[in-house]
């Protein structure tokens, strides 16, 4: 994906609602993100730019926002898979002044027609100053 395909997206979520269910327009929420303007300021808030990120086959933010200690090289992404909507659980720690949270959820997709949910317990630390997604148990 090119730095055009961002563009392509943000200009077709134009005044609509963010993926991540935050209640708020995409441009105004995930797309500043995504786009590299602004960073995630808590563990939650990347979690939920993240299932925004899968929501709309972004990628390349994916792969940037992964700890480089655990990104695999490449990201496929299931292309009969939709992600729906997404439920956050609990987050524990990963606030302004924190290095570490977890984020449990529940992201909510179809797959080839049929719901599915997956829940996890994401790991979030810091590096370089930024929130990255470390790891994630499925229970």
Do not use: N
């Not at 961002?6 to 134009?14: E, L, M």
């Not at 005044?15 to 708020?24: E, I, K, L, W």
């Not at 994916?62 to 609990?90: D, F, K, Y």
């Not at 317990?121 to 229970?139: A, I, M």
């Amino acid at each position: 994906m090119g730095k055009g395909a961002g563009r392509r997206r943000a200009d077709a979520t134009t005044g609509r609602a963010c993926p991540c269910g935050s209640g708020r327009v995409y441009t105004d929420c995930c797309a500043e993100v995504h786009g590299g303007v602004a960073h995630a300021p808590t563990a939650e808030a990347l979690m939920r730019s993240r299932f925004s990120a899968f929501a709309l086959g972004d990628a390349d933010y994916l792969l940037r926002s992964w700890h480089s200690s655990t990104r695999p090289a490449r990201l496929e992404l299931e292309p009969g898979q939709r992600w729906t909507r997404l439920e956050i659980v609990e987050t524990e720690r990963g606030g302004l002044l924190d290095t570490a949270g977890t984020v449990t959820f529940h992201a909510h997709y179809r797959d080839a027609g049929r719901p599915g949910t997956l829940t996890e317990r994401s790991r979030f630390v810091r590096e370089d100053g930024r929130w990255v997604y470390l790891d994630g148990e499925q229970p």
